[in-house]
């Protein structure tokens, strides 16, 4: 992020050590290291902070190995050339000469066979998936314990051979940078960033499995843009916001006259992806018969056109993403046991924001910074009230729910800090916790709202959330709400809306 999180947050010292992110070395007891082959190992520790590094040299060098360090990265690169072979490298990507993902490029290239353990304070997804392909064999986002290093030097020395791990770790830098959209430090996003980072290059199947607005689109966004297919398309379709007929010919294509309305031959979207990814969100909606047509796809690269004889051949990666239990739905038998096998091959878990409160403060600042109040102007500070409310609220929505309610409380509040009150219409992340749709109904009627006005504001609320979530889409947002179309659509001109609002 460009601005650091404490120009972004107006709160207190407390709150601050929520979001800086500082190397937490406490002395270990206990725990020893007892594989007697592991006294042999020699290692290179490359830190710019001589505490660390010698905090470290002190618990590896107490644990038998041999310990070589360097300050810089050059230095680190000429002890690796002249003092060579090492068996482990932890490397921090925070120097002050050369940057550390470069090192370890240099490294991966010169000395592919030594595995390296980066460490850094970064925030940065990027830089954890970047690790990752570059060849790491493990990521430590700072602070962390020693009996962390203690643990990864078991797995590394003790429970494999050095050469799997390199064979299975060790990846070329994509030639185009991920954006780094993906916010979080939590142990939980960490363990995305180097799922990502490992399956990305492959050409397996991969399944996304997460709450609504935890970010499966970002993710798939991320394994397109690191994958060898980053060149090609990457074509999106919402499975449940199309009807069984449509979505057939969305998906496969028709041929002329296949139907009442098919004027003309039309290309699906697995033919335009061709070479490249198809995202295919809220699989879990899929028709039995839907089902049957992709497994065909995934089973032999094949399907046909609505209306055609002949079999198609396509060279596609499928992503799928779900907000649903698929192994239920397939003992209900809503969801084909073959299908789920063939989509389960690489699974990411994306965590809701309620098991990783600790990322909040990171995501407050990344959305200030996105909605400034004037493009050219300071991102909002924000209050150490109102984030302690934006903390203590689970947020069934999600890291969308939260970006909803940071940009409108940056409108309410004009250029001034963000207090509780900015965010009294969004859902509840205030005091009035207890109510579903977060109104501070005392507030209300102090201010003289009358129950008409309190509810004609909810529903014209719910029906704008309903579009933005199904990106406009009148079929999709009416059965969100639980509505029929024509429900929906007497709703938008009563309130004077259009799809786009």
Request: glycine share 8%.
């Given at each position: 992020m460009p601005h650091m999180v404490q120009e972004l947050l107006d709160f207190t010292p407390s709150l601050q050590d929520k979001c800086h992110s500082r190397v937490k070395m406490t002395a270990l007891r206990g725990?020893?290291?007892?594989?007697?082959?592991?006294?042999?190992?020699?290692?290179?520790?490359?830190?710019?902070?001589g505490g660390i590094r010698g905090t470290l040299r002190a618990y590896l060098e107490d644990e038998g190995l041999v310990v070589r360090e360097a300050g810089t990265g050059q230095r680190g690169l000429d002890l690796l050339q002249a003092e060579g072979p090492f068996d482990?490298?932890?490397?921090?990507?925070?120097?002050?000469?050369?940057?550390?993902?470069?090192?370890?490029?240099?490294?991966?290239?010169?000395?592919?066979?030594?595995?390296?353990?980066?460490?850094?304070?970064?925030?940065?997804?990027?830089?954890?998936?970047?690790?990752?392909?570059l060849g790491a064999f493990e990521y430590l986002t700072k602070p962390f314990e020693l009996d962390e290093v203690g643990q990864l030097l078991r797995r590394l020395f003790d429970h494999r051979p050095l050469a799997d791990a390199v064979e299975q770790m060790q990846d070329e830098l994509n030639e185009r940078e991920v954006r780094d959209r993906i916010i979080g430090t939590s142990e939980a996003m960490q363990s995305v960033f180097k799922t990502i980072g490992r399956v990305a290059r492959s050409a397996a199947t991969v399944l996304i499995i997460g709450e609504t607005g935890t970010g499966k689109e970002l993710v798939a966004d991320t394994v397109h843009q690191n994958s060898p297919r980053r060149r090609g398309p990457l074509i999106k379709v919402n499975c449940a916001a199309l009807p069984e007929t449509l979505l057939e010919s969305e998906l496969f294509g028709h041929e002329k006259g296949a139907f009442t309305s098919a004027i003309a031959q039309r290309k699906g979207v697995f033919e335009q992806a061709s070479g490249g990814s198809i995202f295919l969100d809220e699989i879990g909606e899929l028709?039995?018969?839907?089902?049957?047509?992709?497994?065909?796809?995934?089973?032999?690269?094949?399907?046909q056109r609505v209306g055609g004889s002949l079999p198609l051949h396509v060279d596609v990666r499928v992503i799928a993403a779900t907000n649903k239990d698929l192994e239920a739905e397939v003992q209900r038998g809503r969801f084909r046991e073959d299908l789920f096998y063939r989509l389960n091959v690489i699974r990411i878990?994306?965590?809701?924001?309620?098991?990783?409160?600790?990322?909040?403060?990171?995501?407050?600042?990344?959305f200030l910074d996105k909605y400034r109040a004037t493009p050219d102007g300071p991102p909002n500070k924000i209050s150490e009230d109102a984030l302690t409310a934006l903390l203590a609220y689970d947020w069934p929505g999600n890291v969308r729910e939260l970006e909803n309610t940071v940009q409108r409380a940056v409108v309410l509040s004009q250029?001034?800090?963000?207090?509780?009150?900015?965010?009294?219409w969004g859902r509840s992340v205030t005091q009035g916790v207890g109510h579903r749709l977060g109104l501070d109904y005392d507030a209300a009627v102090r201010q003289g709202a009358s129950l008409r006005e309190v509810l004609t504001e909810v529903e014209r609320g719910m029906v704008q959330a309903a579009l933005r979530r199904e990106a406009g889409d009148r079929v999709a947002a009416a059965r969100c709400l639980g509505l029929n179309l024509r429900q929906l659509s007497r709703m938008l001109r009563a309130h004077g809306l259009s799809a786009d609002d």
């Amino acid at each position: 992020m460009p601005h650091m999180v404490q120009e972004l947050l107006d709160f207190t010292p407390s709150l601050q050590d929520k979001c800086h992110s500082r190397v937490k070395m406490t002395a270990l007891r206990g725990l020893r290291l007892e594989t007697p082959g592991m006294r042999q190992h020699k290692v290179l520790i490359v830190e710019d902070d001589g505490g660390i590094r010698g905090t470290l040299r002190a618990y590896l060098e107490d644990e038998g190995l041999v310990v070589r360090e360097a300050g810089t990265g050059q230095r680190g690169l000429d002890l690796l050339q002249a003092e060579g072979p090492f068996d482990l490298v932890l490397l921090d990507i925070g120097l002050p000469d050369v940057d550390g993902l470069a090192v370890l490029e240099r490294m991966q290239s010169d000395r592919a066979d030594v595995p390296v353990i980066i460490a850094t304070a970064s925030r940065s997804s990027t830089q954890a998936i970047q690790a990752m392909q570059l060849g790491a064999f493990e990521y430590l986002t700072k602070p962390f314990e020693l009996d962390e290093v203690g643990q990864l030097l078991r797995r590394l020395f003790d429970h494999r051979p050095l050469a799997d791990a390199v064979e299975q770790m060790q990846d070329e830098l994509n030639e185009r940078e991920v954006r780094d959209r993906i916010i979080g430090t939590s142990e939980a996003m960490q363990s995305v960033f180097k799922t990502i980072g490992r399956v990305a290059r492959s050409a397996a199947t991969v399944l996304i499995i997460g709450e609504t607005g935890t970010g499966k689109e970002l993710v798939a966004d991320t394994v397109h843009q690191n994958s060898p297919r980053r060149r090609g398309p990457l074509i999106k379709v919402n499975c449940a916001a199309l009807p069984e007929t449509l979505l057939e010919s969305e998906l496969f294509g028709h041929e002329k006259g296949a139907f009442t309305s098919a004027i003309a031959q039309r290309k699906g979207v697995f033919e335009q992806a061709s070479g490249g990814s198809i995202f295919l969100d809220e699989i879990g909606e899929l028709t039995l018969s839907t089902q049957k047509k992709l497994l065909r796809v995934l089973q032999e690269g094949e399907f046909q056109r609505v209306g055609g004889s002949l079999p198609l051949h396509v060279d596609v990666r499928v992503i799928a993403a779900t907000n649903k239990d698929l192994e239920a739905e397939v003992q209900r038998g809503r969801f084909r046991e073959d299908l789920f096998y063939r989509l389960n091959v690489i699974r990411i878990d994306l965590p809701p924001l309620r098991v990783r409160k600790d990322d909040i403060p990171l995501l407050v600042a990344h959305f200030l910074d996105k909605y400034r109040a004037t493009p050219d102007g300071p991102p909002n500070k924000i209050s150490e009230d109102a984030l302690t409310a934006l903390l203590a609220y689970d947020w069934p929505g999600n890291v969308r729910e939260l970006e909803n309610t940071v940009q409108r409380a940056v409108v309410l509040s004009q250029g001034r800090p963000i207090t509780p009150e900015d965010l009294l219409w969004g859902r509840s992340v205030t005091q009035g916790v207890g109510h579903r749709l977060g109104l501070d109904y005392d507030a209300a009627v102090r201010q003289g709202a009358s129950l008409r006005e309190v509810l004609t504001e909810v529903e014209r609320g719910m029906v704008q959330a309903a579009l933005r979530r199904e990106a406009g889409d009148r079929v999709a947002a009416a059965r969100c709400l639980g509505l029929n179309l024509r429900q929906l659509s007497r709703m938008l001109r009563a309130h004077g809306l259009s799809a786009d609002d």
